[in-house]
């Protein structure tokens, strides 16, 4: 079938401001721009702008204002931009030439995407994408995470396609009352304000696809996002013709109760692999990134069987096991969906597994860990280890878990050491996460081709010692001084006076000196990230953060999920530390933590702090971001810093070991916490020399970047999956 799309190109009217969601089959959105800088319509229908520094500035420059009041939204700003601003940078010959630069490298890159309706290709399911904030589609490091394997195969030029939903209302947004409390509320969505297009036919009709859900078709449109030469397909039932309730399956993100998540996974699994049919693709490897896309391997066992009308349900599983690759993300049991079996047996119809050629028992097992518990619910981890060839957890030592976790589905194994999940260290973007202020610094230092170079670690490294010690630390300061101005900004409106809580001020003018040692801890809140390790011995810390000669800052910032009491109470607590002390200029916590909130943190921090309870960090992805714009993580030795810890790129927090019972290995490592920095950190970072810069600590930088960068790119990950998990070459006949 040949797919048409909406042309974002064409010069149409220019758009009402109404905000009411567009009718099926009219979407006409785009703003007639001047001429000569007409072309941004075009760079800001596909994302990869966003990872091009330039890219970001030509949206920014054209009203740096706007931008940030549209939470930069390049659809939504060239919506809303006045005629005034407009015309003004069409009259300035040095924007027009910007724009024009741009587009042309845009088109260049663009122009060598590979040909997908060409095996081999593979399919990238996820259940959310952290690809940019002006695409609301995620929570947090697993949308991250897949956001940045998209653009790193974007760069690699990966024959990859990717599946998802669209969700109407997104994710929760935060804010944090007078009483310390999370209140949470959730934004609407409008297509029209998003680059996304709706997938047409050859006969420009929206290709829409069905999934048998209660007893009813309920129908889903695909929508189109452009991630460089990659193209995010987006599953989307807010339709007329669905009914009221089925039109919100895709509405919450990780919102819903049980039953709603039962069938959001049936349209992002069996409603995906029917997206791709419509598509005309069918795909070499199906790469199931987390358990909530396993229903796919249901469908394609399904069209097995109907092609192969002989075939048995074991016959459908070995050649769909051929095409399916899985990827774990979590390193506990309770962090899998697991549904009640009657839930999910309501969900899918005697017919569907009659299709399967299964009873309804066989289909239960196929989601039990133990095949003789019958009392087991149905996991969405067994059912993908089952059905796919290979398995692998996300860091070397989540891969030692995973098979630790996963035992009891190989009763014939003697031990964990012979299951069958291997692990592919996770890793991000570096152009995504590189300050900006750091890229020039690689362009004229390294040469403008450092992104090929960071994919070779000697060459890196090599490279790296060309960066002078003022290099880092003027890029460095400049980096905090806009992270200082950053949070002076968003905390304005807390500017009560009352100091009832931390990011209550009397002034926020007040807050933090870029003189003072700052460290940032950002992360979903969370019983096992260990939030309130830190505040083990309050008056230890104070004592720190008040010392006359070498003070500490903090700065904080993360969402703990909706229905997790027990992570806002934690939060709480922190908010309500209010102390006769320096405490209140010099921590702060962030509301609605988000990639742009961590893009300011991961630049401007001199040290990332991570202090999760060990073994619960499959990976862990934002050190990996702080480190390679020279922030020093000081982390437990947990998921990715295991491999990334080298005694001077960092510091850690106890060993290797890890104590069964939780409050002695917590006073341990709170214990560790605070001698580590009153002993390594707080000198080494005051410690300056005759030169009057911080040698050691800049050394440490330099050997952060050098080291780090490389082997936690995305690049480096994808790579590994091609080699290691896809192997297409062996799939190409
Ligand atoms: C990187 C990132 C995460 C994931 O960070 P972890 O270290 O894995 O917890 C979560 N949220 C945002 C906004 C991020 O940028």
Known sequence: ????????????????????????????????????????????????????????????????????????????????????????????QAYVARVERFYSEFCDYTAAASDLTTPPAIAYFCAEYGVHNSLPNYSGGLGILAGDHLKSASDLNVPLMAIGLLYRYGYFRQQISHEGWQKESYNDIFESELALTPVLDAAGERVMVSVKIRGR??????????????????????????????????????????????????????????????????????????????????????????????????????????????????????????????????????????????????FLALGRADLSDNSEGFGMSPLAIRMCRSANGVSEKHGEVSRQLWLKMFPDLADAGAVPITSVTNGVHAPTWIAPVFQDLYDSRIGPDWQTIVRDPAGWAAAAERLSDSDIWTAHRTLKSLLIAFIRERTKTKDTGSKDTINEHEDTRQLFSPDILTIGFARRVAAYKRWDLLFTDLERLLRMVDDAERPVQFVFAGKAHPQDNTAKTILQKLMSINHDSNWQRRAVFIEDYDQEIARYLVHGVDVWMNVPRRPMEASGTSGMKAAMNGALNFSVLDGWWIEGFNEINGFAIGGLDADDNDDVMDAADAEALYRTLENEIIPTYYGTGDSGLPAEWIARMRNSIATLTPQFSSDRMVADYLSNIYNLAERSA
């Open 1 to 92: 079938m040949e797919i048409a799309e909406t042309s974002p190109s064409t010069m149409q009217a220019a758009p009402s401001l109404d905000t009411t969601p567009v009718n099926e089959n009219n979407f006409d959105f785009v703003r007639k721009l001047p001429e000569n800088i007409a072309w941004l319509n075009e760079i800001s229908a596909n994302f990869y702008w966003c990872w091009r520094p330039e890219g970001v500035a030509l949206f920014r420059d054209l009203d740096p204002e706007l931008w940030d009041k549209c939470e930069q939204n390049p659809r939504l700003m060239l919506k809303r931009i006045s005629g005034l601003r407009l015309w003004q940078r069409s009259a300035d």
């Open 217 to 362: 078709e309920v129908f889903a449109q695909a929508w189109r996002a452009r991630v460089g030469r990659i193209s995010l397909y987006l599953l989307d039932t807010n339709l007329g013709r669905n009914s009221e309730v089925d039109r919100l399956i895709t509405g919450h993100l990780y919102g819903g109760d049980t039953e709603t998540r039962i069938v959001q996974e049936k349209v992002l699994g069996m409603g995906g692999v029917r997206l791709l049919r419509k598509l005309g693709v069918d795909p070499a490897v199906y790469h199931l990134n987390e358990g909530h896309a396993a229903f796919s391997t249901l469908e394609l066992s399904r069209e097995f069987l109907e092609s192969h009308p002989d075939g048995t349900f074991a016959d459908a599983a070995e050649a769909v096991r051929e095409k399916c690759v899985f990827t774990t993300h979590t390193p506990v049991a309770a962090g899998n969906d697991v549904f009640p079996t009657a839930t999910l047996s309501e969900c899918f119809s005697s017919e569907f597994i009659g299709s399967l050629k299964l009873t309804q028992n066989e």
